[in-house]
């Protein structure tokens, strides 16, 4: 049957097309940097070379923002850039790794995937010559990355807590809402939360339950909370995402007025409803920061072998109110 | 010749026939466990905590439950064509971000256009209509096997939304009044009645599936299809129409079910919906429909998806772990469908028997 | 007679609602041929299944030597040696010819790891046994379908069984691959093996046989000596009743022509290079009931699939009442009055998951219709008068499909395909694995078609049938026409002599 096939042809021809094109769209920001660039040589670049960056996946605006400053400062300092997401999966961000060490990149800057799953593909680029530059996440060595540098979850979860116990006057019962209980920022931030709140003995949590870092999730979970009690007056949230969850619930059972909602992250959205009075605070995490900062460090590295800085480095959250709203951006100061 | 000529031997009848009396009996019993399974629940809960069985609990678990029990109507359709649709939780994100988007407004040559929110709705299920006539297409005329052709939509609708949104939440889809696009918020706050929109949501799409299902020569034509392709075609039954169509009502459902979740939260986050597709299909395999098609009802999925949701809610209440829940789920998931498979043994053996007690009776 | 090695106590198989075998009492002995003969769907493959371990008896027992034994599986069976060479060919298609005799059964070395070389070995001694040249390492799925089936006998010979169960190993097989087989089958009876032969040849049965066993309707009816009795006896055990009484005589009123065929050719869907139809014409007068007699391969569905609109015709016309049916599907079809009650009556006559009732409206449904929804009161009138005018046995519209027997659920089939109203009804098989009662029924309900002016077409590969049903028998070998004959016209013989196409024939002679 030639012409069922000729048809079908002319399909599979039109998908690769398409394809293409959407590839072409996606423009240097999603460069797949795996086997397209399986040849040698074409990497180096005639400025000062390719800084791989590879991050979790950029449905998060956290990490796209993250990439993004890390691109810009990287591009402004003369680099080339590859910018990849490895979707918190260990295996793709090996295969990114080698990728970008067949491109003879620069450096790396790593968003990772997994703390102990990425000592392997770490020590590999080095090995290989290549110097990784870690941020937002720690693995769980040290000496092999040049540098780990990770915003303060325990004290900014600390400073939010604080906000936090001050806005409902020291006592009241609250809601704890906990991030996907495997990842350890969740727990992180839960023990920065209970250090402070734990200190006054009038708040008292009537429900601690996992929302899985998941809007929709925390909105449902926060419903059948309320079905338990409505005698509540704050919300805690691991994150802004499942904070604004918690917001649409208790705006729907009409007491938002009466809860303090505190968040974390300093999402744009979260900062939005900050400023509309919905949120109390959020603890933003400078992700820009520390990935523009990873960024210097590696150019500094490239060009003296040093990077000049000690290889644990923190970066502290800072906490966004009413007050100060308009003074943040995407995960940055303006 | 040393030919001989036999008969069958007769052998206690009473027994057989007795056999056949208490396997119809244990038949009725699994008919209904779903609705049994989902009684237990209620009573545990029930005196486990006092706030379960309360009027308002039980409107907002079925709230809950209706989001699920929306896309588990398409998902039955599919299912007892033989099909399964993986891409409805990818439509769910995608149904919201083209809420959200079009709600922020269309640019049109330079000008702004901001569409009435009945416009908006219309035009996200039709979205969601578009995606399952796809699938159907690929399962249709280019013979992709349903669960590959939905996989494969999976990442392509997510991608669209994610495409479209770039990757951020739409934050504040109340609207404006001066825009003329205001009431969006109602499809997932409003309470006519006394119920939550959504519920309602559910009870009219659950009528109208049954009415499908039951009455219309199309709700024949797709158990026919889904018990045997081939025999339904030789039927003249238009097998390629049936199918395309539970694709499409089950790219509608999804969408519907995404306006649904949006519209709770006023806000559309591109990754909603995630893994919405097993909980569906979860619901309508509780409800006793078979994977293989052909056999499922909408009392069933419903049941099925009540079961889920007020597990999950009811788990919450008495504060059980996050990781007790998910292994729960699992496990009523698999005693679900091993109930099933013994149900099925049952139907055969009783039938045997019953044919075994008849010819006895013959003799 | 020595005692049996292994035998069928009392056996009763019901599958859903069918009695497969009632009551069976069978007894295989060592060193000898036992022949069991009977019709499509007397029960002889469930019969030598339930004595491989493969099912289960609903009532009743294996014996081996005498004493009660539980074959759980085949594999059980095989333990025990019981080998089976299956109807169907249970080859992996994907594997070579080594690795389909050796499949869970494979020859370890020392160390555990498959030992090839002693298993192509064995492959080479057994095949060459059988006379055949195929490469060990070749894929079966390359092999033609005798020398697959040779590869399905040589599986079972490697067992070494002590009783041999042969379901139509010949069916594939040349003449001379038949005379070989025979051979190796003396040497094995020779040896002390027991072994059951069943073959459609009832000639070449009787050649090998030492004892005769007849099975009708699920019961054993007869058994005999193999030098006593001849195939006139045979057939009349298997038959079981007088020939007139099954085949009523008639005479036809003919009207205009109904159906015409012009040149029409179809390609085989299996291999589309092959046309299965080749330049075929005829004609269906109302009133006319028209047989269509051929073996296997002879283009029988492939004809009533074309008509029914199943399969696209490469070339060639077909009219109804005149005027050119070319191009619509099956659903077009059946609105024209032109429907098929096809030869598979599991695979694609019935819905199993629907009841009696939903089966016979299926295919009319859209007449029920009111407004948007199927009328009930509408819908049922018509399944009962269906119910009563095809004389289904059921409890009711609502019984399961599964519930009724096999020449039940083939009336369901026809009721389906009467409801639609049509003017030209096309049987494929209509006889096939349904018992005698039934058989006489259906054709009655062809006759009593035919006499209220519908054009009936049928296919048959029974010969007895073909000679005494139809008012006109078309010959088809090969996808062509090579007789036409009136009833009475043509004897027995004289049908096998056509059919056979003057050229060499498939199975054995």
């Known amino acids: 049957m030639p012409s069922t096939r000729r048809r079908v042809l002319t399909w599979a021809l039109s998908l690769t097309v398409g394809c293409a094109a959407l590839t072409a769209c996606g423009g240097s920001a999603q460069q797949p940097a795996t086997s397209a660039s399986a040849s040698t040589g074409g990497g180096t670049g005639a400025a000062g070379g390719l800084i791989a960056i590879i991050t979790p996946s950029h449905d998060n605006p956290f990490f796209k923002a993250e990439a993004d400053a890390a691109k810009a400062k990287a591009e402004s300092l003369g680099y080339q850039t590859s910018v990849a997401s490895h979707d918190d999966d260990p295996n793709k961000q090996s295969e990114l790794i080698d990728a970008a060490i067949s491109r003879q990149a620069k450096a790396i800057v790593l968003d990772n995937a997994g703390a102990d799953a990425s000592i392997g593909p770490v020590r590999k680029a080095t090995e290989g010559g290549i110097p990784v530059f870690l941020i937002d996440r720690e693995i769980n060595a040290t000496g092999i990355a040049k540098a780990q540098i990770v915003s303060n979850n325990s004290q900014g979860a600390q400073l939010a807590a604080q906000s936090f116990v001050e806005a409902m006057k020291s006592k009241g019962n609250y809601v704890e809402l906990v991030g996907k209980e495997s990842d350890t920022n969740a727990s992180v931030r839960s023990k920065g939360f209970a250090d402070v709140i734990s200190q006054y003995p009038d708040m008292k949590q009537v429900a601690k339950e996992s929302a899985n870092w998941d809007q929709q999730e925390a909105f449902t979970k926060m419903e059948t909370i309320l079905q338990k009690s409505r005698d509540i007056q704050g919300v805690i949230a691991g994150n802004d995402t499942m904070a604004l969850g918690a917001v649409a619930a208790l705006k729907a059972a009409g007491i938002l007025d009466k809860v303090t909602v505190v968040g974390f992250d300093g999402s744009p959205d979260a900062i939005a409803a900050v400023k509309a009075g919905e949120m109390h605070a959020t603890a933003l995490q400078p992700a820009a920061l520390g990935a523009t900062s990873a960024v210097e460090q590696a150019d500094q590295f490239i060009k003296t072998g040093k990077t000049g800085k000690e290889e644990k480095q923190s970066i502290d959250c800072e906490l966004v109110t009413k007050d100060n709203a308009d003074e943040f951006g995407v995960f940055a100061r303006k | ?363 | 007679m020595s005692a049996p090695v292994l035998r069928a106590c009392e056996v009763t198989k019901v599958y859903g609602g069918t009695h497969a075998l009632k009551g069976v009492d069978f007894p295989v002995t060592a060193g000898r041929v036992t022949a069991l003969f009977g019709e499509n769907g007397a029960g002889k493959s469930t019969l030598m299944k339930i004595l491989a371990g493969i099912e289960q008896p609903t009532t009743g027992h294996v014996e081996l030597d005498g004493r009660p034994v539980r074959l759980r599986s085949s594999r059980h069976a095989a333990d025990r040696g019981i080998a089976i060479i299956h109807q169907e060919l249970s080859l992996c298609p994907n594997l070579s010819v080594t690795d389909n005799l050796f499949l869970a059964r494979e020859v370890r070395t020392g160390f555990g790891a498959v030992d090839r070389r002693a298993q192509r070995a064995a492959t080479r001694a057994v095949l060459d046994r059988l006379e055949e040249r195929a490469d060990p390492d070749g894929l079966v799925g390359d092999l033609r379908l005798g020398q697959q089936q040779l590869v399905e006998i040589a599986r079972a010979l490697l067992q070494e069984a002590r009783v041999l169960i042969t379901d139509e190993p010949t069916s594939a097989l040349t003449a001379p691959e038949v005379e070989v087989l025979f051979r190796v089958i003396r040497e094995l009876t020779a040896a002390g093996v027991a072994v059951v032969y069943i073959s459609h040849h009832l000639d070449e049965a009787l050649d090998i046989a030492d004892d005769v066993v007849v099975l009708r309707d699920g019961t054993l009816v007869a058994t005999a000596r193999a030098g006593e009795v001849d195939i006139r006896w045979i057939v009349e055990q298997m038959v079981g009743r007088d020939q007139d009484t099954l085949f009523p005589d008639r005479e036809p009123v003919l009207g205009e022509e109904a159906l015409t065929v012009r040149d029409l050719s179809v390609a085989d869907p299996a291999v589309p290079d092959r046309l299965a139809v080749d330049g075929l014409s005829l004609a269906v007068r109302a009133g006319e009931i028209v047989g269509v007699y051929g073996l296997m391969g002879a283009g029988r569905t492939e004809l009533l699939e074309a008509l029914a609109g199943r399969l696209r015709p490469v070339s060639g016309q077909v009219l109804l009442d005149g005027r050119p049916l070319d191009g619509p599907g099956i659903r077009e079809r059946i609105e024209r009055g032109v429907v098929l009650v096809p030869e598979d009556r599991q695979r694609d006559g019935l819905v199993q998951t629907m009841s009696v009732g939903q089966n016979l409206s299926l295919a009319a449904l859209g007449t029920y219709v009111r407004g948007l929804f199927v009328s009930q009161p509408r819908e049922r009138a018509a399944v009962a008068r269906a119910i009563t005018d095809v004389t289904v046995k059921t409890s009711g519209h609502a019984a399961a499909i599964g519930s009724l027997s096999g020449g039940n659920q083939q009336k369901v089939v026809i009721g389906k395909a009467l409801l639609t109203g049509p003017r030209v009804l096309l049987l494929d098989e209509p006889s096939r694995g349904v018992d005698v009662g039934a058989k006489a029924d259906i054709f009655e309900l062809m006759a009593g078609q035919a006499r209220h002016g519908l054009a009936v077409l049928f296919t048959t590969s029974d010969a007895e049938e073909a000679l005494h049903i139809p008012d006109r028998l078309l010959v088809l070998a090969r996808g062509a026409l090579v007789g036409e004959f009136r009833r009475g016209e043509l004897t027995r013989e004289e049908l096998m002599r056509v059919s056979d196409g003057g050229t060499p024939k498939d199975g054995a002679a």
Not at chain 2, 117 to 139: E, K, Q
Not at chain 2, 150 to 175: F, K, Q, W
Request: aromatic share 6%; with cysteine; charged share 10%.
């Open chain 2, 1 to 363: 010749m040393t030919a001989t000529t036999k008969t069958p031997a007769a052998v206690p009848a009473e027994r057989s026939a007795a056999r056949a009396r208490r396997l119809s009996l244990l038949n009725v019993a699994f008919e209904l466990r779903a609705f049994i399974a989902l009684a237990v629940l209620i009573v545990i809960f029930g005196l486990l905590s006092d706030s379960f069985l309360t009027v308002p609990n039980l409107i907002t678990m079925t709230k809950h439950v209706a989001i699920n029990a929306v896309i588990a109507l398409g998902m039955l359709l599919v299912i007892l064509k033989g099909g399964i649709d993986l891409s409805v939780g990818s439509i769910v994100g995608l149904s919201g971000v083209v809420a959200g988007e079009l709600l922020g407004g269309l640019h049109v040559g330079g000008v702004i256009a901001y569409p009435p929110v009945w416009v908006v709705i219309v035009l996200c299920v039709t979205v969601g209509m578009a995606v399952g006539a796809v699938n159907g297409l690929l399962v249709t005329r280019f013979n992709v096997a349903p669960f590959i052709a939905t996989l494969g939509m999976l990442y392509v609708a997510r991608g669209a939304a994610m495409l479209i949104s770039d990757g951020a939440t739409y934050p504040n889809l109340a609207g404006h009044s001066a825009l003329g696009n205001t009431g969006f918020g109602l499809l997932g706050s409003g309470r006519p009645l006394g119920l939550p929109t959504s519920i309602w949501i559910m009870i009219a799409l659950a009528v109208l599936a049954t009415l499908l299902l039951a009455k219309s020569p199309f709700g024949r034509w797709l158990y026919a299809t889904g018990g045997n392709e081939r025999a339904a075609d030789l039927s003249g039954v238009p097998i390629r129409r049936v199918k395309t169509i539970v694709y499409v009502i089950s790219g509608a459902c999804a969408a519907i079910a995404g306006l649904i979740i949006a519209s709770e939260l006023t806000s559309a986050a591109p990754q909603a919906g995630e893994t919405y597709e097993l909980n569906a299909i979860a619901a309508v395999v509780i409800g006793g429909a078979a994977l293989s098609g052909g056999r499922g009802t909408v009392r069933g999925t419903l049941v099925g998806a009540f079961v889920i949701g007020f597990l999950a809610d009811g788990l919450v209440i008495l504060g059980v772990s996050t990781f007790w829940q998910i292994l729960i789920k699992g496990a009523v998931i698999i005693l679900a469908v091993m109930l099933d498979q013994g149900q099925q043994r049952f139907k055969r053996r009783g039938a045997a028997a019953a044919a075994v007690a008849a010819t006895k009776h013959h003799d």
